[in-house]
């Protein structure tokens, strides 16, 4: 009995709670589509059309007038309408109305709860891809115009006297980084045009010693003709 108290009481609480903050989209829902119940009506069981917000209230005005039902009445297996309690036939209405009509109606109301989540989620979705969109437009139109500004004063500049201020602002151990590199460009172009030197000098060398061999051919040749 005090479990089905508590509950009539949290079931109540949650649907007055759901009612004052219903979306709009759930207004018709709440209170002009029709649900079939059962009700006992002078000593016989009638169907009856309510609304969802009606159905709702008196359902949980039933189940707490059923958790007041006297045990000593329950075990009478008699559930005739006509000769049992007010709180009795709450129980009785508990019994044919939860599993047939009550729970359908929680969940096509949590249906329409689901779809409503769903859609703002869709909506939020959409927003984000369409910032998304125009952030990345806009970007790259800002970065195309400062490009585009760049070239036409790029040839301008003194860019001696802008690499020494860069090299003097930056942090120390980037600057060592900066030097290093270049140290090590530097060295290695020397080290190619050695290797040209050499190898010019090597083909120079070859070519002299060509000429000198001719040379001493035709002076010989002109000292054996008499």
Known sequence: RMRVRDFSNRLRDQHYSNYQDIPPALSEFYHNIPFVQLEPVNGEWRSFNHSYWYMGNDFVSRMASAAAVDPAELQDPNFELSSSSSQKRNMAYMYENTFRYMLPAFAAVLSLYEEQVNSFGFFVRTLVICNCVLNSILISILAYTIFSAFQSFAHKLNHPYKCSCFALFVPRETSKCFYKFYQAQET????????????????????????EGQGQDQFGGGADAP
């Open 188 to 211: 290695e172009m020397l080290l190619m045009d050695d290797e040209d030197a050499q190898h010019r000098q090597l083909e120079q060398d070859l070519l002299d010693q060509n000429t």
